[in-house]
């Protein structure tokens, strides 16, 4: 009987979904257990079609590109909204924002990026956060703020 090694993979996003999926089509998952962090609460979705979403052109549930079942039949244990917060290399652990810690002998790194926002003038307020009316347009929440706003609204700039 092989021994399963404990892989941890941090970041949900296309290049960590794509990483677990080349995993299990290869067989990874007899020589791994598997556990997937996301800091966002729904499953991997490709994120280039947000745009799609946001024009209408495409409806959210079409560009979701593995369902929670998909990790359930392949063995993942799948942490969704649940963001990895430290990682403690000498006891090989991963530390999360509300008290999970999950041992790995092996650990991804798959976060992804974040939006540059340019220092302007009058973009945010006196604790750092925009100001009404100001987004950036990364994540699928992103969107959804965004095309809330956007049926309120009758001009809009847009910056990069």
């Known amino acids: 009987m092989v021994v399963k090694q404990q892989l941890v993979v941090v970041g949900n996003g296309?290049?960590?979904?794509?990483?677990v999926e080349e995993l299990i089509a290869r067989n990874g998952g007899e020589h791994f257990d598997i556990v997937v962090f996301g800091d966002e609460p729904y499953g991997n979705y490709n994120r280039i079609l947000l745009s799609s979403v946001l024009a209408g052109?495409?409806?959210?549930k079409d560009i979701f590109l593995n369902s929670i079942e998909w990790y359930q039949e392949n063995g993942i244990t799948l942490h969704l909204g649940v963001r990895v917060e430290s990682i403690d290399r000498a006891r090989k652990m991963v530390c999360t924002a509300d008290g999970?810690?999950?041992?790995?002998d092996r650990l991804v790194f798959a976060t992804g990026s974040?939006?540059?926002?340019p220092p302007m003038e009058g973009l945010t307020n006196?604790?750092?956060q925009f100001r009404s009316g100001a987004f950036v347009f990364r994540?699928?929440?992103d969107a959804f703020r965004l095309m809330k706003h956007a049926a309120e609204s009758?001009?809009?700039?847009?910056?990069?």
Request: charged share 25%.
């Open 14 to 19: 296309m290049a960590g979904g794509r990483f």
């Open 57 to 60: 052109s495409h409806e959210t």
């Open 100 to 104: 999970i810690q999950q041992r790995y």
């Open 114 to 117: 974040k939006p540059f926002v």
């Open 126 to 128: 006196a604790e750092g």
């Open 139 to 141: 994540t699928l929440d």
């Open 154 to 160: 009758r001009k809009a700039v847009v910056i990069g």
